[in-house]
């Protein structure tokens, strides 16, 4: 379930937040309302305001977060609430049909969304992913093939693609 709104200005304010150590970081996950508001790396902006404390979402969100590192889960099924403009929830909702393990260009997803020279637009709209990972933004490339910009850098994109490759062989 996605509940998608457009705003203008900043995003509300998460009613809750923790951070996380895994394999690929550390994480931080807020929600509000029993919905994810975002999963950011530690290197990325914090969402401002909320409570730093554990909720039955973010316990949740944590333990698929943990099973999707250790290649026992392939998708989320967490409540999500994405906030952005309407063209950026276009390309979040295209990030979704990505496939496990495969990769899209920035002008594919353009294509895919109804605005072929958009794709420069479409890296901005990527990287302003409130929810990575979970919205994986992680299986977005360059036309040549290159890894391009991550919020949690490029060694960690490359991580989560070589663990959803060797994920493959293991469904």
Known sequence: MIQTQEISGKNPLPAAFVFVDTEIGRIGMAEEDSVLTHLFFQREKSPVGG??????????????????L???????DIPLRLIGTEFQRL???????????????????AEQIGHPKAYRAVGMANHRNPVAVIVPCHR??????????????????????????????TF
């Not at 250790?70 to 989320?76: D, E, I, N």
């Not at 910009?149 to 994109?157: D, E, T």
């Open 51 to 68: 409570i730093e404390r554990w909720t039955p979402l973010l316990r949740r969100t944590a333990d698929e977060i943990g099973e999707y």
């Open 70 to 76: 250790l290649g026992k889960r392939r998708s989320f």
């Open 91 to 109: 390309v979040w909702e295209a990030l979704r049909t990505i496939p496990y393990g495969e990769t899209r260009t920035y002008r594919e997803i």
């Open 140 to 169: 977005v490339i360059g036309a040549d093939g290159s890894l391009t910009g991550f919020g949690g850098g490029l060694p960690v994109k490359q991580k989560l693609l070589d663990l959803e490759q060797r994920g493959l062989n």
